[in-house]
């Protein structure tokens, strides 16, 4: 349950929090997360991961739909050498959920020191 | 353990961070690029998305509203002038912004701060060329007219309007490509947009290398090889035409025959190295022809300007309705008002003049410290402007600009390469003075007939044009508009002395004493780059003409009659090489068939059978062009090497004229063999060649015009962003056709106006309305531009606004 929660609790205010601020804003939230709601780590990584693995997939893969796949052909070819949108789609998946997860571990491990010692 | 498990987490976290949040490691900080609320996803807009809008600026005077048609072609219909030009300036900026802004970077000489070190010698070009100069002198004269005034403020406020609405995540693509972000624009913005226009088409000269060929040849020669007058010549304004006698006579100094056309070696040194030209291939083609040779009886008009093709296009196609205007056409993305187009009353085309506007005079600097130079007995002080050149990723580079009574020292000891010149070199260019060209598309856009027009010519001095025109009235005319040194003859063909104010120039040509011509006998008027007149016009026009299109047009409109709209279109993709027509019949003559065997004897007999038409199917244009390409190698390159000159050819009218005369053509020995080789030998070598680089191109499918020429329309950034470009385009014509499309460069945009109660006009350029590469309005045009199809404008009127051609709706209020 705390792993259902934790994860659209990321994905959720990661969406929200950059809708006004940069990228990076995910890294903050699936940082902070961890500090309130209690997993072990490595369900927080994977919390993480998964929250934005799905949150940047599927924005990713709404939005590209919409255009066709349009820009996302020449995007790839461009940067990857290689005329596949759902490569570049996951590609951002990826990026973000390694992001998140690697923060959400942070956090959770950050979480550990602090709870001892208190 | 804890915290070491933590420590490891927390860096691993934070290099990651740092890896996707800079572009230390990557070409591009690849988070904020692939975030899909921040990056890239952000501008792959809806392909079904909706312009629907309404929009509040405190600064518009009423309500406006702007109709978007189906192409997304903005229908302005606006209560005043000041609006229209805030929500055109608005458009520009939503549809084209980077480009827009991209070229007035490259145009003041910026490009390094956006794409680093290898553009530095690129933007000290533009400095040294004085480009921002030229802008500021255009800024002054426009911000001096309260007309032009009010209208380039409105404009830049409205760029500004959009750009204040743009967060990160929405600028275009090629902004998150870079990793820079737009300026705030400004008038001057346009007017280096307007000066960027101006180097293209009326940049070209070639005084260096004639200076260096000078060396070489002699004067005797160069005027051989290099004539004012084509034998076939068939000028814009019709041959046998009578001009008043010239009321200007500049005198030529009293050196001129001692200093000025002696091989002077020290002028140009050993290395010649030119700064960035603008392609010779600049030009278009324009005519109109009167209700006598019409069906309907009214005027057609028609104009394809011949630029670099680009996405996003030059050209953004818009209508503009106030209270004093109703002009459609297409505009240039960075300026206001319609460019080329039409409205109520008349319509208007342009061609380039490719008249010579710009000189070089050699300097005599008293030190390196370049602040004084010899001018008549006296040294003279030189404005010295000290140029910053960002760099991006690197500090700022300067570079000293030293401004003579001729204007900016462009080449010296530093620049562009420190073996080279001798002499520092001034240039003395038409662009740099002041004049205010704004006012000529304001007044064009609303003439009402011959006399609007002519008046509103007076404010176009440079780039000179042909400009066409015709009206519902009934008139067509043609006027070479522009403001042209009156030259003593040879005056600006070579590099000229700088410390002697006799070499000056002296005075400019009356405008009244300008080419042109009302209602022609004939029944047509036309231009397609050649030049002006023939030998009766009194002055000395150098240049850089274009020959066989336009005898081709003149041909063709004179055997014309009762033409439609249609006649017109297929007039502009016609694909006839009236250049082959002359050149093919010479090069069978000096050909030995019997000598040839296997593939060759099919190659010629496919040259011999040839239509003469550049379709894309056939493979003869692809031989006849590599056969007369060669033969230009095998006639000039021995002597243009020896004479240290690689970048400047007689043209192929020359060679193709000086062969018809001169059986014995001395140009056709290879001085570099002890034979004397003749025009035969020239020209069997030359198809020897042909033969196996035709075979080369057979074999991999590849010896079709369509498949060789490979038409192909790059992004400004070239092959930086292939996928933006769309290549492979098969599409005839070519150099000399009247179809003008070469692989990457011709007709950017083709127009045919039909004067009739209601205009008529059929419209299409190689691009689309928008410059997203991820909107489906980036290329949409392109097809039809290729078969030579046209979409029929539709000429929003007042009382239309519920027409099912309006799709969108942008309303815009004031508050």
Redesign the interface.
Known sequence: MKFIISLILIALLSFAFSLYLPWWSIAIVSFGVPLVIWQKPYLDFIAGFAALFLLWGGLAWYTSSANSHLLAEKIAVLVINKNSPLTLITITALAGALVAGLSALTGSLLRGIIWKKA | M??V??CI??L??AL??FA??TATWTPLA???F???????????????QSFDATLHFPELKGNTTVYLDERLVPHIVADNDEDAYFIQGYLHAKFRLWQMEFQTYAAAGRISEIVGDVARDYDRGKRRLGMVYAAENLLKEIEADPVSKAEVDNYTAGVNAYIATLTESRLP?EYK?LGYAPEKWNNLKTALFVKQMTETLAGFENDLPMTKALAYFGDAKLRLLFPQIADALDPVIPKGTVYPEATVHPIPPASKDSLYIQPDTTTVQDKLKEINKPNPANGSNNWAVSGNKTQSGAPILCNDPHLTLSLPSIWYEIQMITPTMNAYGVSFPGAPGVIIGFNDSIAFGFTNSGRDVKDYYSIQFKDETKTQYRFGNDWKSADLRIEEIKIKGKPPVYDTVAYTVFGPVTYDNSFPASEMPGKALAARWKAHDPSNELLLWHYLDRAKNYEDYENALQYFTCPAHNVAFASKSGDIAIWQQGTFPARWNRQGVYAMPGEDSSYMWQTFIPRSENPHVLNPERGFISSANQRPADSAYHYFIPGEYDLYRGIEINRRLAAMSNITPQDMMKLQNDNYNAFAETARPLLLKYITQSSLEGMANQYLDTIRNWSLNNDINLTAPTLFTLWFKNLEKQVWDDEFEKAGVDKMLPSQPTLIEALLKDSTFAFADNINTPQTETIADAVSAAFAKTVATADSLASVNKLTWGMYKNTSIYHLLKTK????ARTGLMVGGGKHVINATQHDHGPSWRMIVHLTKDTEAYVVYPGGQSG?????YYDNFIDKWAAGEYYKAWIMKKGEEGSDRLVWKMIFKKG
């Open positions: 804890r915290i498990f933590f987490s927390l691993v976290t990651l961070l996707l949040g690849l988070g904020n692939l975030s899909p609320q921040h990056g890239i996803w952000q501008n792959a807009e809806p392909a079904k693509v490509l962003v292939m996928p933006f997203n590469p991820g909107s489906p």
